[in-house]
């Protein structure tokens, strides 16, 4: 049973430490992710794996799982022979994976309190699977793209999520798109989360401020910000969008690696790179809930967390 909107809401403005990479741990625990459906195949293959990565990620404070849905629809599924049914009963399952993952992290560790599970929207560009999430340099037009969304929102939402995570947003008439479609399910609170050109664009291109007033103007957006960007980007991004806003801000990026989208492998040392050493300069730019994106760990999410405990 999903937590209510308001309760939701509470938490959000309180603050929250969300997740780290989903992939990156399936990766190191021996899935081969070099495919279109990324880390959805896992639900097809080794839904276990997946169930482990949450409760590792609970276990390492995280308040918030967000799903293993971000590359998981229908349209993707049929390439590999699925039935619509088939299909969203792998994204319900993903919903399942990360409510058992808390259930059973609750029942030794109630003092954690209220977790939540966040169901992923990712975006059309990452059905493309050509690293178009980071340009946003495709359309659709606006019924086929809210049509493209719909069975996965609706089955995140009948599965029980308490919030959607709707991600790694590279364009506006994606995000225009999503906004429409979020007013079929008023009850259903979520956060909007952009990659970007640079401190005042969204990938597309269009100005940060056309975004936030839109978002403005979504009572169910309770919070918006960035993810899967550089870490470089973030503190002016975020300042940036904390002079649009008074929403909550959400802020996980990558570890500081670099994504070759043709080799879909990442490049050079992270070691140095740690999401934590950043904390106070996201919170003082508005930043409520903060974990990390692509190549972070457990370990980086413990680190954050520790941090926001000892505040």
């Known amino acids: 049973m999903p937590l209510n909107n ?8 309180a603050g929250l430490v969300l997740d780290g990479a989903m992939a990156t741990e399936l990766e190191a625990r021996g ?3 070099t495919d279109s459906l990324w880390s959805a195949k896992v639900l097809i293959e080794n839904p276990d794996l997946i169930y482990q990565v949450h409760y590792d990620y609970y ?15 229908p349209q993707g599924f049929a390439k590999r022979g699925l039935t619509e049914a088939e299909s969203l009963a792998l994204i319900a399952k993903s ?10 992290y609750l029942s030794v560790a109630p003092q954690a309190g209220n977790l939540l599970v966040a169901g992923s929207v990712g975006p059309y560009g990452a059905f493309l699977a050509d690293g178009s999430e980071y340009r946003g340099d495709y359309s659709l037009p606006q019924a086929e793209m809210i049509d493209f969304h719909r069975p996965r929102v609706r089955t995140l939402i009948d599965a029980g999520a308490d919030i959607l995570a709707c991600e790694t947003l590279p364009s506006f008439q994606e995000i225009q798109a999503l906004v429409t479609l979020l007013a079929e399910f008023p009850e259903t609170p979520a956060w909007f989360s952009f990659t970007l050109r640079d401190s005042e664009h969204l990938s597309d291109g269009t100005p940060l401020k056309e975004v936030v007033a839109l ?35 959400v802020v996980y990026p990558n570890s500081g690696e670099q994504y070759d989208a043709a080799s879909k492998s990442w490049h050079s040392d992270a070691s140095t790179c740690k999401l934590s050493d950043n ?29 926001c405990h000892s505040q």
């Open 59 to 73: 276990n390492a404070g995280a308040q918030v799982a967000i799903t293993a849905s971000y590359q998981a629809t």
């Open 279 to 307: 904390l106070a300069d996201w919170q003082a730019a508005g930043a409520k809930l903060i974990g990390g994106c692509c190549r972070t760990t457990p370990a980086d999410i413990a680190a954050i967390a520790q941090r």
């Open 31 to 33: 899935c081969d992710l």
């Open 6 to 13: 308001h309760t939701v809401k509470q938490l959000v403005a």
């Open 215 to 249: 978002l403005e103007s979504c009572p169910q957006a309770v919070a918006l910000g960035l993810n899967c960007i550089a870490l470089d980007q973030v503190t002016a991004s975020l300042q940036t969008l904390s002079r649009l806003t008074a929403k909550p801000l």
């Open 95 to 104: 919903v399942e994976l990360a409510s058992r993952a808390r259930r059973d």
